[in-house]
Nanobody, 123 residues
Framework: QVQLVESGGGLVQAGGSLRLSCAASARTLSTYVMGWFRQAPGKEREFVAKMSGSSTYYADPVKGRFTISRDNAKNTVYLQMNSLKPEDTSVYYC??????????????????WGQGTQVTVSS
C-alpha cells in the first residue's frame, strides 16, 4: 500500500481558489492511478478526479474548475480548485490504486487513502 498525506484545505470564500496536495510514500507514484474524492456530512464519498500518466478525468460538477496534476519527482499529486462554490464544501481525500485506469471511478476501486483535508467554502 501507499501512504498518502493530504494538505492545503481551509476556509475560502465562494469564487476563490485552493490547491490541495497529496504527498505519497511510493517512489513509483507514476505507476499508480491517483484520484481525489470528497465526502460531505451525511453523504456518500464521491469521485472528483483521477489521473494516470497524462490522462485525466473529472466529475461533471468540477469539470472546468478543478485540475488534477502530479509531480513525480516530489511524489506529490495536486488538486487545483478554482471558482469554488459552497457546494464544494467537503472533506477531500487522496487515493491511489493499481491496475486499470479506465475502470476506476468508485471508492472501492482504490486501495490506499489519505486521512482527508477539510475544504469549506463560504457564500
Amino acid at each position: 500500500q501507499v501512504q498518502l498525506v493530504e494538505s492545503g484545505g481551509g476556509l475560502v470564500q465562494a469564487g476563490g481558489s485552493l490547491r490541495l496536495s497529496c504527498a505519497a510514500s511510493a517512489r513509483t507514484l507514476s505507476t499508480y492511478v491517483m484520484g481525489w474524492f470528497r465526502q460531505a456530512p451525511g453523504k456518500e464519498r464521491e469521485f472528483v478526479a483521477k489521473m494516470s500518466g497524462s490522462s485525466t478525468y473529472y466529475a461533471d460538477p468540477v469539470k472546468g474548475r478543478f485540475t488534477i496534476s502530479r509531480d513525480n519527482a516530489k511524489n506529490t499529486v495536486y488538486l487545483q480548485m478554482n471558482s469554488l462554490k459552497p457546494e464544494d464544501t467537503s472533506v477531500y481525500y487522496c487515493a491511489a490504486g493499481s491496475g486499470d485506469y479506465f475502470s476506476k471511478i468508485r471508492p472501492t476501486d482504490f486501495g490506499s487513502w489519505g486521512q482527508g483535508t477539510q475544504v469549506t467554502v463560504s457564500s
